[in-house]
């Protein structure tokens, strides 16, 4: 056997995987749960780095999924509404083998997450349709990403009809193109199925040490769920067509057989699935067995090392007392360091505030206590400045607010674009803030004034056009018409000439007054 063939039948330690899985509405909600890290959670999960995750985009809610699956549905002919126990989700995870995660950790935090987020968008682009929900774990054994896509694509086909087993093994090529972007050594994972087909036994695929499983885990695990979800399509494949012809009145000899021969193949499939979920779920319980182990390890040392202090306290008294005073200064200034860390979040943030009582009320008060007291002017500093920011904002917002509700009112009347102005002025005298915004609103009450003055004049000037122009056709028309037209201009006219305010004006018939009629 060559090298190439011996090495084709193992796990790729140096490959980034993917695996999918479709997902009833329960089962995503659940996993949804796990992804953000809501409620309890396994003992495997290291609690003091759940701060290291990172939720690129927040996954939906079932219910948000469903109504995105059945807007896709309605794009296809369908005869029957959406199964209530429909799948909802497909769920996937990225993950790498040992040395590919090892390469993968030594990037930065902002770069893995591109990097995660390129080869999710990759996955859906190939399955044709999008990502809803991207999380980082940072807080177990190893790095991976947890993704979810809509269970129909863009066309309104159920992706459970339109991934094939070769389009898992596409999207392994898939993956490992976006990783390599980033981390130009990782390679393309080899799946249980390439592996059997390249001369693997089963058991070669399965059984395996604890010794040899923390070592190459992450990715026959990876492999293993691949291969539960590989076997539950094809279940589900051929689940469709038993119900399909069980769902028939009458079966001919020939659709008979079929059924028998489908529900034969449903079996063996089902079996199948169910073989490759206990392994999956064997090997998980040996990843989390590991996990345990290696915390048990990491205690026993920290208490070894915790051994040795004593002992040296005991014998050099007056070193450890230095020591101690020296820690107590790296401590304080530590504390000091993640307390003007803690505080610089919370400006960038926008998240320090003052109660209404006058207390500061910070988001993370357990870091910036500990660089009380020599922090507390710049905090008290940093929480007026910001609440002076937002104070100016939500003048501003409100200034802004007034404006629209301004224009709107200033839409075609001379009276309206004068109240606009009065309430303007009103705001001017009750914010200082909001001059500026006020005197634009006046100018263009103004302009619309000018505008409909304009307006005015040409319509008036085109009444006296229909006028002259009746003159002139006058003697052609019947009186009673040429009555009605001449009695419309002169409404028309009365409409839109402006009503004197002054008694001499009136008489005169001089416009001097600033109210209209239109």
Avoid: C, W
């Avoid at 190939?126 to 993704?147: C, K, M, P, Q, Y």
């Avoid at 790296?330 to 998240?351: C, N, V």
């Avoid at 710049?378 to 200034?399: F, G, S």
């Amino acid at each position: 056997m060559s090298e190439e063939a011996a090495q084709n039948r193992k796990s790729n330690p140096r490959a980034a995987q993917v695996r999918i899985q479709s997902a009833k509405a329960s089962s995503y909600a659940g996993q949804r749960k796990h992804d953000l890290r809501k409620g309890a959670q396994p003992s495997y999960v290291d609690a003091a780095k759940a701060e290291d995750n990172e939720t690129l985009i927040e996954p939906p809610t079932p219910g948000e999924l469903r109504k995105i699956n059945e807007a896709r549905r309605s794009l296809r002919t369908t005869y029957r509404a959406m199964r209530s126990d429909a799948a909802v989700a497909f769920v996937g995870i990225l993950t790498f083998g040992a040395e590919a995660q090892t390469v993968f950790e030594a990037l930065k935090p902002k770069k893995q997450a591109e990097a995660f987020e390129d080869a999710a968008r990759a996955v859906a682009e190939r399955l044709n349709t999008t990502l809803a929900g991207l999380v980082i774990h940072r807080d177990e054994s190893a790095i991976h990403g947890h993704f979810v896509l809509p269970s129909y694509d863009l066309d309104g086909n159920p992706l459970t009809g339109t991934v094939k087993r070769q389009t898992l093994k596409d999207l392994q090529d898939v993956v490992a193109e976006a990783f390599q972007k980033h981390a130009p050594t990782i390679e393309r994972g080899r799946s249980v199925s390439e592996r059997l087909e390249a001369g693997a036994t089963r058991a070669e695929t399965i059984h395996k040490t604890v010794r040899q499983l923390h070592a190459d885990l992450p990715a026959d695990l990876a492999a293993k769920e691949a291969e539960v979800a590989a076997a539950a399509l094809r279940v589900e494949e051929m689940r469709a067509r038993v119900e399909k012809l069980e769902a028939k009145a009458e079966l001919t000899d020939k659709e008979a057989k079929r059924l028998e021969t489908y529900q034969a193949r449903l079996a063996d499939r089902v079996a199948e699935q169910e073989a490759a979920q206990a392994e999956a779920e064997r090997l998980a319980q040996v990843a989390r067995d590991d996990a345990a182990q290696a915390e048990l390890d990491r205690d026993q040392a920290r208490a070894e090392e915790e051994q040795a202090r004593i002992l040296a306290a005991e014998a050099e008294a007056r070193r450890v007392e230095a020591e101690e005073d020296a820690l107590r200064v790296s401590t304080k200034a530590g504390a000091l360091l993640t307390a003007t860390a803690a505080l610089t979040a919370e400006m960038t943030a926008g998240t320090l505030r003052r109660t209404p009582e006058g207390r500061i009320k910070v988001q993370n008060l357990e870091a910036i206590r500990g660089g009380l007291p020599d922090l507390a002017p710049t905090l008290r500093a940093a929480t007026d400045a910001m609440e002076a920011r937002r104070r100016e904002e939500q003048a501003a917002e409100a200034a802004k607010a007034e404006r629209v509700r301004a224009e709107a009112e200033a839409d075609g009347a001379r009276a309206q674009a004068a109240q606009i102005a009065q309430q303007a002025e009103a705001d001017r005298e009750a914010a200082t803030a909001d001059r500026e915004a006020a005197a634009a609103d006046r100018q263009e009450a103004a302009t619309m004034k000018a505008e409909i003055l304009t307006l005015r004049g040409r319509m008036l000037g085109l009444l006296k056009l229909l006028k002259a122009g009746l003159k002139r056709v006058g003697d052609h028309l019947p009186k009673a018409q040429r009555d009605e037209v001449e009695s419309a201009i002169e409404q028309a006219t009365d409409l839109i000439t402006p009503t004197p305010t002054d008694p001499e004006a009136k008489k005169s018939g001089k416009d001097t007054g600033r109210d209209f009629r239109m």
